[in-house]
């Protein structure tokens, strides 16, 4: 049981360019997060998935698409990179209320954009 | 809409000392609450949880928290601080919706220092 896993854990990026994050979990849940953490910030929901194909947007959804094709992936993609997406991200999964909301998380991936 | 406040950045304690992290809440809801800690360059992991049970919530490493309705706290205490807690801890705040799903609203964190 590996529970939530990320990849890549560290890319650089030019500005302009695309990439796509992968989420992995193996706890069958619903729900799925992708969220953005900056220094001094906390962490902010980008966006999140209910079951499998389908999401809705986060507080901070601009500059991101996400897709739920299977329950258990969810991907997080850059179209066209740019400096301020230089962050830490990370995923999470839930079964969802009233079962356990409880959000566990993954190790991160680690972005920076030149 | 719901808010989580941090009441410090940055708590340094000496070893063997005790250790108190404080979070003050709003909710519309009646709220779940959790402490997450992050080890430096590792992911979030879960202390504890408050889901309208208990008051005083008993967590993983010795920590605890207790759930103050009258005062919208949640705050995090530990007897004895080891080197090992030292790391960034956030309260979270839980906005439970009926459709199943729940969005986490974080606070800013508080970075706990411990010296020898």
């Known amino acids: 049981n590996a529970g939530v896993t990320q990849t890549p854990k560290f890319r650089v990026l030019k500005t302009g360019q695309s990439m796509t994050l992968l989420c992995a979990q193996d706890m069958n849940h619903e729900y799925m997060y992708w969220y953005r953490q900056d220094p001094g910030m906390g962490l902010r929901l980008i966006h999140y998935?209910?079951?499998?194909?389908?999401?809705a947007k986060g507080e901070v959804p601009d500059g991101y698409n996400v897709s739920r094709l299977k329950k258990q992936n969810f991907l997080l993609g850059l179209e066209s990179a740019a400096p301020s997406q230089t962050s830490v991200y990370f995923c999470a999964s839930s079964p969802g209320f009233p079962n356990d909301e409880t959000q566990y998380f993954g190790p991160g991936t680690r972005l920076l954009v030149l | 809409a719901q808010s989580v406040t941090q009441l410090d950045s940055h708590v340094s304690v000496s070893e063997g000392t005790p250790v108190l992290l404080r979070c003050n809440y709003s909710s519309s809801y009646s709220p779940s609450l959790f402490w997450y800690v992050q080890h430096p360059n590792k992911g979030l992991q879960l202390l504890l949880k408050y889901t309208s049970a208990a008051t005083l919530v008993k967590g993983i490493n010795g920590f605890e928290a207790e759930f103050k309705k009258s005062e919208t706290s949640f705050h995090l205490t530990k007897p004895s601080a080891h080197m090992s807690d030292a790391a960034e801890y956030f309260c979270?705040?839980?906005?439970?919706?009926?459709?199943?799903?729940?969005?986490?609203?974080f606070g800013k964190g508080t970075m706990l220092l411990v010296s020898p």
């Open positions: 979270v705040v839980s906005d439970k919706r009926d459709s199943g799903y729940s969005t986490l609203t």
């Open positions: 998935s209910v079951g499998e194909g389908t999401t």
